[in-house]
Structure formats: C-alpha cells, structure tokens
C-alpha cells in the first residue's frame, strides 16, 4: 500500500505540504552527514572538543546521520527513519544540554521530521488523529 497515493483528493495539499517540509530538514541532515568527511580543521577538532567527542568518531556519525535520512525519505521504510532520526536527534541535544549549548535548532529538526511525515503519510494521521 503506497502512503502518498491513498490522500482523499482534497488532501492532496497535505502531502505535498508534507514532502516540502520533510525535504527541508533532510537535506539539512545530510549536509551535516556529508561534511562529516570532510578533513578536519583546527577549528573543528576545537568545536568537537568543546562538546567532548573526538575527531576519529566524524565519519561513523557522518554514515549514521546519512543512512537514517536515506531511510526516512523512503516512503515505505520513513517512520523507522524517523523514528531512527528522533533518536540520533536526542543524542545531539543531549550532548548540547550537557555543555550548556542552545538546542534549538536540534529539536527543530526532530519536529519538522514529524510534522513533515504526518503531513504526507495517512496512516500516521489515521493514527494520531487531530481533533477538532
């Protein structure tokens, strides 16, 4: 059963709103993957110090962050995405509470993930129903 096709035609709107927003916020998360990969610079392995990770683990979270957005922008497999992206999401705001780092932009993300997949899957709305 496809999710994006089964929309009533007057919601469609709501998956197409749905994919925009789910969009946003993954290809911020895989820019974040792929500059994982890039050679480090002093100035990183400073910012990597400050939050207490080394410079060695960036590749392993570059994969991680990568695959689980690949996963969410796959309809059939985007709840385990976001599900997977969720938890990656309170390992970063985790880390930045323990430093005393804002993180907003963090939980940001983890909200857009999921209001972007409500939007675009009618199983999650059948769900978790809005009521009016």
């Known amino acids: 059963m496809d999710t994006d096709t ?41 910012s990597l110090d400050h939050i207490g990770w080394e410079a060695r683990l960036l590749v392993a979270l570059g994969i991680l962050e990568i695959a689980c957005t690949i996963i969410y922008l796959i309809p059939h497999t985007a709840v385990l995405g976001a599900i997977l992206l969720t ?11 323990r430093v005393g780092d804002p993180f907003f932009v963090q939980a940001g993300l983890g909200v857009a993930l999921w209001l972007g997949l409500y939007l675009r899957d009618s199983r999650l709305r059948a769900l978790l129903p809005l009521r009016t």
Do not use: C, D, N
């Open 6 to 46: 089964q929309a009533a035609p007057g919601a469609r709107w709501m998956v197409w709103t749905g994919w925009i927003i789910s969009v946003l916020p993954a290809l911020m998360l895989l820019m974040s993957g792929s500059m994982k990969f890039v050679p480090t610079t002093p100035e990183l392995v400073e």
């Open 87 to 97: 938890g990656y999401m309170g390992g970063a705001i985790a880390t930045h509470v």
